[in-house]
């Protein structure tokens, strides 16, 4: 059961480290890394290498990211974890205020990695715990009925009481302490669930920010299909092992934030 924490009141001292896991993204690491090192507040890009077959560690250093490698791959979540603990070494070795806020991407982002600006902010400014990017229909269609969408949003609404627009999206800005609440994260597919679940269930403020972001989407062959199949088993995992927890209703006294915030940052 996680910790109640009381949210700070004042900004995050200590900066940005943007956290991007990714497996064999060597097509698109560059544009995402030099989009995410122009980003405000944030002085150092982690990759966590996830077992990648291709050149994308390689890529991703000379673009200027620190760079952590899973010799086989483990999932996002383990990746996320090791992120963040790489995070935490340079918190600790150089005094600079605080810890920093944690910003994941996903890898293929590209050139739009720029705009997680808009979610950046607000948890930098103290006004949020963490922001999760609403992102707009993409250029291609996925190929998806929505039934992992409706599960993580049930399941998220029946553990908190709060009602999330996109729940899968897995671009999110935290603070450090925020984030310590959530470890162990829940495993594959099931760690955005968890994650929200974990952190309102703590006591801390979760927005939803619009972000014009865009990635390739899951198509509706047989390799998509197998896709969804797995998020469903995750998020499903994820759900049960929270209800295991018997987690206490927390809107008694706490009443998390559900607004969508639309902000437009830099003209």
């Not at 995070?87 to 806020?101: I, K, M, Q, T, Y």
Request: hydrophobic share 45%.
């Amino acid at each position: 059961m996680p910790v109640r924490v009381d949210p700070p009141s004042v900004g995050v001292p200590g900066g940005l480290a943007v956290i991007i896991p990714a497996k064999d993204e060597a097509e698109r690491i560059a544009a995402t890394v030099e989009a995410a090192l122009a980003l405000p507040g944030a002085d150092v890009v982690i990759v966590v290498d996830d077992g990648s077959s291709d050149s994308t560690a390689s890529i991703a250093q000379k673009a200027g990211a620190q760079v952590v490698s899973h010799e086989v791959n483990r999932g996002k979540a383990a990746a996320m974890e090791t992120g963040a603990a790489r995070a935490a070494l340079l918190d600790a070795s150089v005094d600079h205020g605080g810890p920093r806020a944690l910003l994941f991407i996903d890898a293929d982002l590209g050139a739009s990695a720029g705009a997680t600006s808009t979610i950046v902010e607000p948890v930098l400014a103290g006004e949020a715990d963490m922001t999760i990017a609403l992102i707009p229909p993409q250029a291609t269609a996925g190929g998806g009925s929505g039934k992992v969408v409706r599960l993580s949003r049930k399941g998220i609404r029946a553990s908190t009481g709060w009602t999330a627009t996109q729940p899968l999206s897995g671009t999110r800005c935290i603070s450090r302490p925020a984030f310590d609440v959530a470890l162990p994260l829940a495993v594959g597919w099931g760690v955005e669930t968890g994650l929200t679940i974990d952190i309102l269930g703590a006591g801390f403020r979760v927005i939803e920010v619009p972000c014009e972001l865009h990635h390739r989407v899951t198509g509706s062959d047989l390799r998509g299909q197998l896709h969804r199949a797995g998020q469903y088993r995750d998020v499903w995992l994820a759900l049960l092992e929270r209800r295991t927890r018997r987690l206490p209703v927390v809107n008694r006294g706490f009443r998390p934030a559900s607004r969508v915030v639309r902000r437009v940052l830099g003209g």
